[in-house]
């Protein structure tokens, strides 16, 4: 593994232990709390591709695991993973792959409406396919009820898409990472 990727990883996860420094929302509807985190899984994809992002939420959820209190409200620990949040905890390095995949796939055509339904997709319906059927079954409730609970995250969530979209829009135009490593070696390829 090249010292670049890690670095990019370790950033990522870093920045989304600090999106849990914002405070968790608890809401009556479900045990699971309202956080900004997702917001550093949809970044991760969208400006780290499929590889690194993935294994930036990979190393972010391994750390959570060691006991690292690095989600929002300072928790952390395995206990975390089974409890009502751990199928959202846990889908997080898929999501963010997904998002890069489908971001390295379209590079070149790109806009902001793509971002947002990579991140729409890979952000929202993955996670919370995974959260919401882990939810279910932790809390012995039925999927519909599990999924009716988890509405109250939608305009919260559709926010941090359109923000992670124009900001990832933004980074990919004036610092772009996806891509880079291929240019490097077309160019020495050319240069041999």
Do not use: H
Not at 101 to 114: A, D, H, Q, S, T
Request: net charge positive.
């Amino acid at each position: 593994m090249k010292i670049r990727t890690m670095v990019y990883a370790s950033l990522f996860a870093a920045i989304i232990g600090a999106l849990g420094l914002l405070p968790p929302i608890v809401t009556p509807f479900t045990p699971v709390p309202i956080t900004a985190q997702t917001l550093g899984v949809m970044l991760a994809g969208s400006i780290l591709g499929a590889k690194r992002g993935g294994l930036s939420l990979l190393l972010f959820v391994l750390l959570v695991t060691f006991g690292a209190p690095l989600l929002s409200g300072g928790r952390g620990g395995l206990g975390v993973l089974f409890g009502p949040s751990g199928g959202y905890i846990m889908a997080w390095p898929f999501a963010a792959f997904f998002i890069g995949f489908f971001v390295e796939r379209f590079w070149k055509k790109l806009n902001i409406g793509l971002y947002i339904v990579f991140n729409v997709v890979g952000g929202i319906l993955l996670v919370y396919a995974f959260g919401v059927t882990y939810l279910s079954w932790i809390t012995e409730t039925p999927w519909t009820k599990a999924m009716w609970a988890a509405l109250i995250f939608i305009p919260g969530d559709l926010v941090k898409v359109v923000v992670a979209s124009l900001l990832a829009r933004q980074l990919n135009r004036v610092y772009p990472i996806i891509g880079k490593e291929d240019r490097r070696s077309n160019e020495r390829t050319n240069a041999a």
